[in-house]
């Protein structure tokens, strides 16, 4: 006797979660799958939240949801090798409900989002694995295979929402496996400090946050960016760097954030916390230029799997959530207008996520990770430049500002040319717009 | 023990003992014995009962429980050699074997009997099974397997202290207000007292009235464990431990050239084990061997508590890590920070030259 | 047969780290599991019923979050889960804890009578073996301790006959059921649990007993109030007041790191040098 639902949702990530969770709400019988031992039990990282996602699948979640801080505070550095420079933008309106971004906890942020999903009505079976997908004989999806004995659970449909690495799909041959140049491994920590301690540091109070956003020396050469997030009484800190640059230069990721902790203007702000979660990760940085085909004969890719990642703005659980909730819609809808889940009709995902900014802002950035990657220079040159030119503005040494300035730009000069300068500052704004 | 713990120091209960409890006094050590012997545990425990009593001023009083004959009768004697001051003797051929049911019951007639303010066991299987029953029979507090026993000199309540959370944290427990004050306590935490032969004390028999009829479970069968060479771990004077630290399982073979070389027992961590580099008998720790030897070297081994607290009242610890703060250095004697897989077979070299012994370098 | 299984849901001590200044545990993101040790008893029931037929019913105290590990149980194979959980047990030691549970069996006898109890050797939190022996204790049903094999049972003569492991041994006990064992670990092979179990444990109603429906008579012997021990000080292990004597090593040179270390025990540690010198004229 075997199981029929009319969606099968793989994975308990934000955009599993977010699947189940409308599919669930409309009445719909889905059943989830998770391979952790809960929701959230592989992603134990601290991360940050982008409200508006959420808010537009569960209104009042603030009320309930295991929220760290509220983010006043943004910084932006531009490191090398033992100074910084940059910029802070905080503003009172950030700490003005209702927040806009939040910082959270992955594993009981999780496994909040999926309790909603339960109670919602979305059956969940946990420490199961999906290992493949059942197809009948024109192709089209019917069901999973999970690892254990009668495994066979069939549904109408199925959303794969099965992370970045998405063996599911890699394996039943719906995408590629995840490429070293389209990939980023982010390293991170959860470092532990008193609330009192953190407030301190950052210039904080009450739930209030701050984020630091950086690049520069501390990727050692390759594509890459830090990011450091309080929480409530710990510090996410961590780094990510493109897969294959590691894999170029050999260097292990724990080497590449232990040595980011130890920068100088890094090791003060979590000094005398104690290390207590570490994680490494994948992230799909392919962007625009890497999705794979989104959808087929009943079948979906949402979030991670299907690539969603905005790397310049690191964001991702924002569109793994959009993503999933737009799968969700589009079943619902063919469902009640009682047509199938084929690749023709599964075609208004797509559309879905083109109107959305999902799409949009993929698109918007689409050249970035190849500019980045062919023109090394605004890894390996400007951090350094830039740190030069305000040491040397800032520092009183009798010589006048007239000379400074002349010493700045003549340092600039020396590591690229004037047209370099100029090319640089036109590859940045064609990747970008 | 309560399940939640705090960590302040929970406000300092008054106590108050029921009129009953006022009369219980004096520290008792149950001496376990088995197939004719004692285990050494019960011994361990005469030792710290007597530094107890000494500060309470009280007798520390034996309680030998068995078939009624010689054996028996040495058992209490020598419980005077280590310590005590009277033994209960509780003769009874219902007691030959050990049992739940007829252990427990003449256990709890002996204390409502005679009152004890303290009652200790080794936490050895049968310990924590009688332990475990006669403390619910007589509606006290039990504290298992504790690795530390002193008195609060204000209110001559007994501060157990035992491992808690997987060991990750030590607690320390009170029975403030009944009486006895059980606890049972780990093997080879503490010291073995030296014997006095020549010392005395006085036996009292106790009577339990057992019908061998009104017993349900019957010993079958007992069959012994073959005498392995794990047995020898727990008493052995030198260990020599290894960890993940060493990186693979060839290069355990350094740890068994070393002990070879030095007559030693060979130890290892849990992880060491799970890789699947040494057999499980030779785990120290809290889910492995207490031992305490006058020298344990530490290879490859970070420290982590739950191995510390099976092997950290050895005299002399030796610890080889490469990771200038590993946990291990905490406690350690002597902290050689370093790459074990060449510090192992120089050691072994050093150690094989002075002590005269053949020593081939490794190729 | 309608066999119990007492279970405990635990925080996985493998991920547990207490907090550097504060001492305490630090909870958050610690997975709660079934307590290693159950998975045995649980199993062991489990074969039982292979074997016999009959009725699991799977029991724990604690909180409502403790419905997972049920559930788990369900999955493998348990019919029926109770949590018994109400606010007055929070804050229960080992005595406390087996007067409830004893007195949650006992009402569940009256719905179907109970033939064997199982529990597991011990948890990983509290780690006192004490709860088993308690239940047993409180119920009058003869107990069997660190239980390695259930050599035979006869539901008809309501008889037992196990394998018990004791000191330098093992015993083999026959006894008359009803029936409280502990099971020892690695006593069996624990199963996974198919497709189908992990549906019915998703779907499986768990009932909740408070302390009306798991028949407590006397509210004084649960929880705090009913706990004669109190935990007076919880404290990480300390660092050896005398720091750890460097022996300098040089990677070029090995050896002289040895003859060094080899040399301070002699000179510092009378105890070693004792062993060393008593086998050094066992050689010669
Ligand atoms: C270091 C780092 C920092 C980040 N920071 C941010 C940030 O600050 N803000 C932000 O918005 N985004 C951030 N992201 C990106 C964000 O984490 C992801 O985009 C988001 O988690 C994607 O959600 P998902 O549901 O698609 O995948 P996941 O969260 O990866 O969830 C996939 C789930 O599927 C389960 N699963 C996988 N395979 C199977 C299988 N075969 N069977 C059953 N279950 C399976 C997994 O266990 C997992 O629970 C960050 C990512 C990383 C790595
Ligand atoms: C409930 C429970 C009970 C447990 N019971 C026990 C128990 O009884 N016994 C036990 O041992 N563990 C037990 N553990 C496991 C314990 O927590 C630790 O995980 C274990 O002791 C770690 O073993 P290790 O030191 O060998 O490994 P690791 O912690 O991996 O440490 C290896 C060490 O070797 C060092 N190292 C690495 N390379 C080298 C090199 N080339 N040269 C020198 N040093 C090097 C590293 O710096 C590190 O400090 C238990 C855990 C739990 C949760
Ligand atoms: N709260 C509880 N609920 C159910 N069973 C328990 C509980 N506490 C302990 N047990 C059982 O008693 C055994 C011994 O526990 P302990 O005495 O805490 O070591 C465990 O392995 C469980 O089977």
């Known amino acids: 006797m075997s199981e029929k639902f009319d969606v099968i949702v793989v994975g308990a990530g934000p955009a599993g979660n977010a699947a189940a969770y409308t599919l669930a709400k409309a009445g719909i019988n889905v059943l989830q799958i998770e391979r952790g031992e809960y929701p959230g039990s592989k992603n134990v990282q601290g991360a940050i939240l982008y409200a508006d996602a959420l808010e537009r699948l569960i209104p009042d979640f603030r009320d309930s949801a295991p929220l760290e801080r509220h983010i006043i505070e943004q910084r932006m550095w531009v490191l090398d090798e033992d100074s910084y420079i940059g910029g802070h933008y905080r503003s009172a309106e950030f700490a003005r409900p209702p927040h806009n971004r939040y910082t959270i906890i992955r594993a009981r942020f999780d496994k909040w989002f999926s309790d909603q999903v339960q109670k919602a009505g979305a059956l969940l079976l946990c420490e199961t694995t999906v290992k493949a997908l059942l197809r009948d004989v024109q192709g089209k999806v019917i069901g999973v295979e999970v690892d254990r004995e009668d495994g066979r659970i069939y549904a109408d449909a199925v959303i794969l929402a099965d992370g970045a690495n998405s063996l599911v799909a890699t394996r039943a041959g719906l995408r590629q496996d995840i490429r070293a140049e389209t990939a980023a491994l982010a390293v991170k920590e959860v470092i532990f400090l008193p609330k009192e301690t953190v407030d301190a540091r950052f ?22 960016t830090g990011f450091l997030y309080t929480n409530k009484d710990s510090i996410s800190i961590g780094i990510g760097c493109m897969l294959s640059d590691l894999k170029r230069q050999h260097l292990a990721p724990v080497e590449l954030l232990e040595r980011m902790k130890a920068h100088p203007a890094i090791a003060p702000l979590i000094a005398g916390g104690e290390p207590r979660e570490y994680a490494a990760h994948l992230i799909p ?137 100029l090319g640089d500052a036109y590859h940045l704004w064609r990747a970008t717009r | 023990m309560s399940a939640t713990p705090t960590t302040k120091p929970v406000k300092k209960r008054k106590i108050k ?34 530094r107890l009593a000494d500060q309470l001023q009280v007798e520390l009083c034996a309680v030998a429980m068995g078939a009624p004959g010689p054996e028996l009768d040495t058992h209490c004697e020598a419980s005077f050699h280590y310590g005590a001051d009277r033994c209960y003797r509780v003769a009874s051929p219902v007691l030959r074997d050990y049992r739940n049911e007829p252990y427990t019951q003449a256990l709890t007639q002996l204390v409502n009997a005679h009152k004890p303010e303290i009652l200790f066991l080794g936490a050895t299987t049968l310990g924590r099974d009688l332990a475990g029953s006669v403390a ?10 504790c690795t530390e026993l002193a008195i609060d000199p204000e209110d ?105 070389v030095l007559g030693a027992e060979v130890g290892a961590t849990r992880a060491a084990i799970h890789a699947g580099w040494i057999t499980p008998d030779r785990q120290v720790g809290q889910t492995g061997k207490t031992v305490r030897p006058a020298l344990y070297i530490a290879a490859g081994i970070s420290g982590a508590i739950q191995h510390r607290v099976g092997m950290e009242s050895s005299d002399c610890i030796v610890a080889i890590n490469n990771d200038a703060n590993a946990p291990i250095f905490d406690f350690a004697h002597y902290a050689l920070v370093g790459d074990c897989v060449s510090v192992l077979p120089a050691l072994t070299k050093a150690f094989a030259s002075y002590l005269g012994k053949p020593f081939k370098e490794a190729t | 047969m309608h066999i119990v299984v007492c279970i405990k849901q635990v925080p996985d001590s493998a991920h547990i780290r207490v907090h550097p200044v504060t001492n305490t545990i630090m909870r958050q993101g610690v997975p709660a599991i079934i307590n290693p040790y159950d998975l045995f008893a649980i199993e062991a029931a489990l074969r039982l019923k292979d074997q016999l037929g009959g009725r699991v019913t799977v029991m724990s105290m604690g909180p409502t979050q403790a419905e997972p590990a049920l559930r788990k149980a369900i999955s493998l194979g348990c019919d029926e889960a109770i949590l018994v959980t109400d606010r007055i047990f929070a804050g229960a030691d080992t005595l406390a804890t087996s007067y409830v549970l004893a007195s949650a069996i006992r009402t569940l006898d009256k719905e179907m009578p109970v033939g064997l109890v199982f529990t597991g050797k011990q948890t990983i939190d509290g780690d006192t073996a004490q709860v088993g022996p308690g239940i047993a204790k409180r119920l009058d049903m003869q107990l069997l301790t660190y239980v390695s094999r259930i050599v035979e049972v006869d539901p008809a003569q309501r008889r037992i006959v196990v394998e018990r492991r004791a000191e330098g041994g093992v015993q083999v006990l026959e006894t008359a059921m009803p029936a409280l064992i502990t099971m020892l670990e690695g006593s069996n092979e624990i199963r996974f649990a198919s497709t189908p179990g992990m549906f019915r444990a998703a779907r499986a109603t768990i009932r909740h007993w408070d302390r009306n429906a798991a028949g407590i008579e006397d509210i004084k012997l649960v929880g705090l109030k009913g706990s004669p021990t109190i935990v007076s000080r919880v404290f990480g292990p300390a660092a050896r007041a005398e720091k750890a004597k460097p022996i300098p090593f040089d990677p070029a040179d090995p050896d002289s790191c040895a003859n060094n270390l080899l040399e301070r025990l002699l000179n510092e540690m009378p105890k070693v040098r004792k062993e060393l010198e008593q086998r050094r004229s066992d050689t010669q």
């Open chain 1, 285 to 421: 940085e392919g962007g625009y230029d890497a999705l794979p085909q989104l959808y087929g004969e009943g079948w979906m890719l949402v979030g991670d799997s299907a690539g969603f990642v905005n790397a310049v703005h690191r964001e991702g659980s924002n569109l793994a959530m959009t993503s999933g909730q737009m799968a969700a819609e589009t079943l619902i809808e063919l469902l009640r207008e009682k047509r199938p889940a084929t690749a023709a009709n599964l075609a208004r995902y797509r559309a879905r996520l083109d109107a959305s900014f999902v799409m949009k802002d993929l698109k918007k950035y689409r050249r970035l990770p190849e500019t980045l990657d062919r023109q090394r220079q605004f890894i390996n040159d400007y951090p350094a430049l830039l740190n030069q030119a305000a040491h040397t503005m800032l520092r009183v040494d009798g010589m006048d500002k007239r000379h400074k300035e002349k010493e700045i730009f003549n340092a600039f000069r020396e590591r690229r040319s004037l047209l370099g300068l």
């Open chain 2, 156 to 260: 001559r309540c007994l501060l157990a202290t035992r491992p808690t959370f997987g060991g990750s944290l030590l607690c320390t427990i009170a029975t403030l207000n009944y009486r006895p004050q059980m606890a049972t306590i780990r093997h080879r935490v503490m010291p073995m007292p030296e014997p006095q032969p020549e010392r005395r004390g006085l036996i009292v028999d106790f009577e339990p009235g057992l019908v061998e009829d009104s017993i349900v479970t019957k010993l079958l069968d007992f069959l012994p464990d073959a005498l392995g060479d794990k047995q020898h771990l727990p008493y052995a004077k030198i260990v020599v431990a290894g960890g993940k630290g060493l990186g693979k399982a060839e290069n355990f073979r350094l740890v068994w050239d070393l002990a070879g």
């Open chain 2, 17 to 50: 003992l029921d009129e009953h409890l006022l009369a219980y006094r004096g520290v008792w050590v149950f001496v376990e014995s088995e197939r004719g012997h004692v285990h050494p545990v019960s011994w361990e425990l005469m030792g710290q009962g007597r």
């Open chain 1, 203 to 224: 210039n904080l109070s009450g739930q209030e946050g701050a984020v630091i956003e950086m690049l520069g020396s501390i990727s050692q050469g390759m594509v890459g």
């Open chain 2, 136 to 145: 619910t029979t007589l509606k006290t507090g039990l504290t298992a397997d």
